[in-house]
């Protein structure tokens, strides 16, 4: 019997950890100066197709992989006129 009532006391005490410890999530998701936070979409399918589409202009033109933005200017600039060639 006073293990039955141990086990109930803590599974009542997990319970009420977790719904104190969660929160209300309107009040979580405030920034300091207490406007809303936007919420940030998840990678869409347009993102993606966009990476592939980087990946074929970085093998069409015989690059190393880097990211985008660790290229130089003069390589960004060349990437976004290809691009633009490219629907």
């Not at 690059?63 to 633009?84: C, F, G, I, V």
Request: charged content about 25%; aromatic content about 8%; glycine content about 4%.
């Amino acid at each position: 019997m006073p293990l039955r009532k141990l086990c109930f006391c803590l599974f009542g005490a997990a319970l009420a950890v977790s719904v104190f410890t969660t929160g209300c999530r309107r009040h979580h998701d405030r920034h300091d100066d207490g406007q809303p936070a936007q919420s940030q979409p998840a990678q869409t399918q347009p993102a993606q197709n966009e990476n592939a589409i980087y990946n074929q202009w970085e093998v069409e033109t015989h690059r190393a992989h880097k990211e985008l933005a660790q290229r130089p200017p003069d390589e960004q600039k060349e990437y976004n006129d290809w691009r633009q060639k490219h629907p």
